[in-house]
């Protein structure tokens, strides 16, 4: 499949037109979905040049425009669409065998049974948390810890500050399809979350079912309140 530099790539157009689109697309991808001003802004485009862009990117299958979703669009007047990548534009930036990983999977639950695919699923959640429990074991900041841990798994994550809570929001998923034909991944992953935090955590949203993020709400508990302490207490 060709790159996403390739992308309408002609005599016609210039290779820093497409590096731009490149950008827009790359930006979309690791902060998940945004409107037009937002992108024009975060890249330092106008708002004729950021349209032009995501107009060939929508051509091209790479974004979808979509309306905002209801907690995004409270307020007076119209609310703007935000634009999201789309499954074609995700492949784009991965570098997997997807269909080779569906396919094994499928022929592991037909051949042994759908606990093989679980317990494939609670194997890969369990290095997750081992790796994750050493990267956040010298922070005292665990979500934001969490965060940039899953980030350099490629996840391009963040956190989002809520009311009762945080948000963890994932802008990438690189097992997005092979999640989206056994949900047991992202529930072992949710799980394992759970407890690399120590707190309940709830999946709001995920890009295997076809939202823009995956999403998970951790809500405010005893241990986070005294880590916010501690730290407030360190700085004065």
């Not at 409270?74 to 074609?88: A, L, N, Q």
């Amino acid at each position: 499949m060709a790159g996403l530099r390739e992308l309408r790539h002609n005599s016609v157009v210039k290779f820093d037109e497409v590096s731009t689109r490149d950008a827009v697309a790359r930006s979309v991808l690791e902060n998940g979905p945004s409107t037009a001003v937002v992108l024009g802004e975060r890249l330092g485009l106008t708002p004729p040049g950021i349209r032009r862009h995501l107009d060939l990117l929508i051509a091209d299958g790479i974004l979808e425009a979509r309306e905002p979703h209801i907690a995004l669009s409270r307020g007076r007047g119209r609310p703007s669409k935000v634009f999201v990548m789309t499954d074609s534009g995700r492949e784009q930036f991965e570098h997997s065998y997807d269909d080779l990983a569906v396919a094994a999977l499928k022929f592991m639950s037909a051949q042994s049974g759908e606990h093989l695919v679980q317990a494939f699923a609670q194997s890969r959640a369990d290095d997750i948390e081992r790796k994750a429990t050493v990267a956040l074991a010298k922070s005292s900041h665990k979500t934001e810890a969490l965060a940039t841990f899953l980030t350099e798994q490629g996840y391009a994550a963040s956190i989002e500050e809520r009311a009762n809570g945080e948000e963890l929001c994932q802008h990438h998923c690189p097992i997005a399809h092979v999640a989206a034909e056994f949900p047991q991944l992202c529930e072992a992953e949710t799980a394992a979350l759970s407890r690399i935090l120590g707190s309940h955590v709830q999946r709001l949203a995920t890009i295997a079912h076809g939202d823009g993020v995956c999403t998970t709400f951790i809500p405010t508990t005893s241990t986070h309140k005294k880590e916010k302490v501690t730290a407030g207490k360190a700085i004065k």
